[in-house]
């Protein structure tokens, strides 16, 4: 490609509206342009790069058996409220209706056209199991699109899903994904971690997400230091302690103390003279309409997504006035679990914990002394709060640490959730009618490359990977006009481009400085320089844009050197 007539607009400013590196780069390396809040679009530089991506998708996905479809954007309504997600997937999904009055929507992602597409094709085990992807775009209304294409509301999206006879077969497309994952994120040399993540109610490590690693994700993780145990915070499990052995003698008599205007954990500290970790927090949710009690340490947090898991419940979110009077007789603030009438779980942190302090389920009044077992009964010990730095490994007992990433892809082993809500089945050897098991796995394009800038760029602008470069290597003769200097680029451009290589040609009009800005900017991963001084003596400069190494070789040598230096890092 000849870059003066490339739509290629760079920009030196740092654009005012964009707080992530990637974000910013994309902008001024002519990559993308905003048409309106989260909508973008990929210009000719930026979509190289998105195909570019999506070819190593395809070519993973098919080595590991799935076969590629496209399916609509556009879905009907009955879809969804067949599956129950209609009412329940909330304002994320762009309704609207057509002309004759049918409510549709914009697919924010495909489970239910693919479930109705194989269900109405698949009869007997003989058609199982398949997989089917597709590399298309979604729309999600997000609540707050930010980081240019990383999260906005219309996205490119690799998504497949697996039908499986049974939970075995299903565990092994889901493998064969998991791998597929590995290989893709591997080739485009990014720096990420596949990590346990939250599958709602399926349980179990059936969901893993593959995250970036990059300071600005929004995702937190923690891993061990010694075994392979990685996990998303909101799903990382915290070791169930030891029970240490009671011994009554210990226990001192349960005291009411009255506690004018406290309320907040450091104001009973205050005044009882006690520490956050001598006291119960008692908190009271409603799970789908009905009380439980949590309880956890003074100090320490309630991981919701946790207790939702446990309670296997749809909702979950704090009691309101008249439930917590319901269940502990007095207004908010007082909720402990002596005599509280809604089922009690404590949190692991309290399994070793005597003479405690909790409120009093009474206004202004406390309880001193509060013994677990004695002055009441928890149904059970549960893990419900969020891992901290001097935790330990759920597996190995070793140190653990903590880091941010992008998530980029997600493995979902979603089971017969949308089989069985939409009569999805087969008939197995005996001629039995069974229920398909599926599994569901998704990468945002966009989202990937984006992800690839965050661990890929200098002061200068952006270091491609050569997987995923737009262009493998720049051609910059100084001064288009000397005629030595542009006639040896054409000749070197043609001979590149026979030997497959992928070249941009800087042939326009303009100052060295300003092409080598560019060229850095864009983040072509060889710049072959072509000066009058060396080309005197026959030879040609190659700059690695990463490292910034130099080599001065001859003419044939430089486009040898080129091609190989391409072919060792794809
Ligand atoms: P997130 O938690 O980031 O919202 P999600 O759990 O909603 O992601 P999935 O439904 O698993 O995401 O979608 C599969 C993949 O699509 C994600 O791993 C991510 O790479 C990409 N993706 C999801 N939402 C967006 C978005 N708003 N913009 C760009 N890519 C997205
Ligand atoms: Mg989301």
């Not at 109705?116 to 085990?125: A, I, Q, W």
């Amino acid at each position: 490609m000849r870059y003066s007539e490339m739509f290629l607009p760079t920009a030196r400013e740092v654009p005012s509206d964009a707080d992530v590196v990637s974000h910013q780069l994309m902008l001024r390396a002519g990559l993308i342009r905003k048409l309106t809040s989260g909508v973008y679009s990929y210009l000719p530089l930026g979509y190289r790069v998105i195909r570019k991506f999506e070819q190593i998708v395809r070519e993973e996905m098919n080595r590991a058996g799935a076969q590629e479809l496209f399916m609509p954007t556009v879905q009907p309504a009955e879809l969804w409220q067949e599956s129950g997600r209609w009412t329940h997937y909330g304002k994320e999904l762009l309704r609207f209706r057509d002309r004759h009055d049918r409510e549709c929507c914009l697919g924010p992602t495909h489970e239910e056209v693919i479930t109705d597409l194989v269900r109405n094709e698949v009869k007997s085990y003989r058609q199982l199991p398949v997989n089917l992807y597709q590399i298309q775009t979604k729309f999600r209304d997000e609540i707050r699109p930010r980081f240019g294409v990383m999260r906005c509301r219309e996205f490119g999206m690799k998504d497949a899903y697996s039908f499986d006879v049974d939970e075995e077969g299903a565990e092994l497309s889901y493998r064969k994904m998991f791998e597929a994952y590995n290989r893709i994120f591997t080739r485009c040399g990014l720096k990420f971690r596949p990590v346990e993540a939250d599958s709602g109610s399926i349980g179990g490590s059936f969901s893993h997400e593959f995250l970036v690693t990059a300071d600005s994700g929004e995702d937190a993780m923690v891993y061990c230091t010694k075994c392979e145990y990685a996990a998303n915070l909101e799903k990382a499990e915290v070791s169930r302690p030891e029970q240490q052995p009671v011994d009554e003698k210990d226990f001192l008599p349960l005291e009411e103390v009255y506690t004018p205007d406290v309320r907040t954990i450091e104001e009973v500290c205050a005044f009882l003279k006690v520490t956050p970790q001598d006291v119960v927090k008692t908190l009271i949710f409603s799970a789908d309409g009905k009380a439980v009690a949590i309880l956890i340490r003074g100090d320490e947090e309630v991981n919701e997504i946790k207790v939702k898991n446990y309670l296997g419940c749809d909702e979950l979110e704090l009691a309101m006035d008249d439930m917590i009077r319901e269940v502990t007789n007095s207004p908010r603030g007082f909720a402990g679990a002596i005599g509280i009438k809604c089922r009690i779980l404590a949190d692991f942190s309290l399994m070793n914990m005597k003479n405690v302090v909790m409120g009093a389920n009474k206004e202004d009044h406390h309880v001193k002394n509060v013994n677990f077992g004695l002055d009441f009964k928890v149904s059970d010990f549960v893990d419900l709060r969020a891992v901290k730095a001097d935790d330990v490994c759920p597996r190995c007992l070793s140190a653990i640490q903590f880091a941010r990433g992008i998530e980029v892809g997600h493995v979902f082993k979603l089971g017969t959730k949308y089989s069985k809500a939409m009569e999805a089945r087969y008939l197995d050897r005996n001629g039995q009618e069974q229920i398909i098991v599926m599994g569901c796995y998704g990468i945002g394009i966009g989202r990937t490359v984006a992800a690839c800038i965050e661990q890929n760029y200098d002061d200068k602008g952006i270091t491609w990977p050569m997987p995923l470069a737009p262009y493998q290597v720049i051609l910059t003769p100084v001064n288009w006009k000397d005629e030595a200097l542009s006639r040896t680029a054409e000749e070197l451009y043609r001979k590149l481009l026979d030997r497959g290589v992928e070249v941009l040609l800087d042939d326009r009009d303009e100052r060295a400085g300003v092409k080598f800005m560019d060229a850095d900017l864009i983040g072509i991963p060889l710049r072959l320089t072509i000066g009058p001084k060396r080309l005197a003596e026959g030879k040609v400069e190659i700059k690695f844009r990463r490292s910034g190494e130099v080599h001065i070789f001859t003419l044939k040598e430089a486009e040898d050197f080129v091609v190989n230096a391409v072919k060792a890092e794809m």
